[in-house]
């Protein structure tokens, strides 16, 4: 067995395909810098293993062995712990994506990886809050001190449009049209998206903006954003973490566990409530600003299983 110190370097030509394929990446697609980290640690480990097999370009890579890699990820080995079935399967579109990059770019004729499929994943059902859960939230913030106004602005903006947490602490003000109720969301991979701000949200954003923003701006340098810190400095995301955490707290909301309170709940919870309402699962992928309606559908599952929930408890003949 060949130890980890005498390990066969990738050849340049591996290298090359994928420093290219990353550029593609960075520059066509405008993936994080987040995202492109962990596809550049998936493709190191995938040459690693075609470097091992003596493997030195694309071209000649079978089927096979990215099956074999693909399961090594999920076993793990003597220098990587196993994977989880997500990070499994990222790491699979990763190298999934440079082999048809190296199809596209005349680097290989023949697309090695086509067949192999990624690990399935567990289907996962979207935490969401009932309406009274978010009301008790929002209205936990008591008082209206300049960062009592900001909390509640928050909130009503993350529930009101159901946006990331980082297109809320983002969202500048020349984003607002408060007037027109709307507010222009800057999203993954530079997409941009308009969505209406309802009238909760919109009296407590102008409440903050007229009460509040003055004085906290006052104790800073000035800048775009919404939503400032104690400083004046623009609010981050962590800080927007903790501001929803104590409310949920003050609420008797969890914020532990598999229940926990998060950012993210009040985006689910925007997308399951409008569903519910009767909207329709296309126009909540358009608010939501998924690229593809399939995302978005996983919401139709929570409604569904709402739909049980409530049958298997007020229908006389639902238990035998």
């Known amino acids: 067995m060949v130890g980890a110190g005498d390990a066969p370097e990738p050849s340049p030509a591996l290298r090359r395909a994928v420093r290219t394929y990353l550029d593609h990446l960075t520059v066509e697609r405008g993936l994080s810098g987040n995202t492109l980290a962990s596809y550049r640690r998936d493709l190191d480990r995938y ?4 470097a091992a097999r003596g493997v030195d370009d694309l071209a000649a890579t079978t089927s ?22 997500a990070s499994a399967a990222r790491a699979t579109s990763a190298v ?14 023949d697309d090695a990886s086509r067949d192999v499929k990624p690990p399935s994943l567990p289907r996962r059902l979207p935490k969401a809050l009932e309406v009274d859960e978010v009301l008790r939230l929002i209205e ?8 009592e106004l900001r909390d509640r602005a928050l909130l009503e903006f993350l529930y009101g449009t159901g946006s990331r947490i980082s297109e809320a602490v983002g969202a500048a003000v020349d984003d607002l049209d408060l007037e027109a109720g709307a507010v222009t969301l800057h999203g993954k991979g530079g997409r941009t998206r308009i969505v209406p701000v309802g009238g909760y949200a919109r009296a407590a954003l102008q409440a903050y903006l007229v009460r509040a923003r003055p004085l906290l701006m006052a104790a800073g340098r000035g800048g775009p954003e919404v939503f400032r810190n104690a400083r004046g400095g623009p609010l981050s995301r962590q ?12 609420a008797g909301l969890p914020v532990e566990g598999a229940r926990a309170v998060s950012p993210h709940t009040l985006r689910h919870s925007y997308a399951t409530h409008l569903l519910d309402g009767g909207a329709d699962v296309r126009v909540v992928q358009e608010l939501l600003g998924h690229a593809s309606v399939t995302t978005t559908q996983v919401y139709t599952l929570v409604t569904v299983e709402r739909l049980r929930e409530v049958y298997a408890t007020a229908h006389p003949r639902a238990h035998s």
């Open 47 to 50: 040459l690693a293993t075609l």
């Open 64 to 85: 096979a062995e990215i099956a074999g890699h693909v399961a090594a990820l999920r076993d793990g080995d003597e220098r990587h712990p196993p994977l989880s079935a």
């Open 96 to 109: 999934r994506g440079l082999h048809r990059f190296a199809v596209r770019e005349g680097l290989a004729t």
């Open 140 to 147: 936990s913030v008591p008082g209206d001190g300049p960062l």
């Open 239 to 250: 800080s927007a973490w903790s501001i929803l955490r104590r409310a949920a707290t003050a």
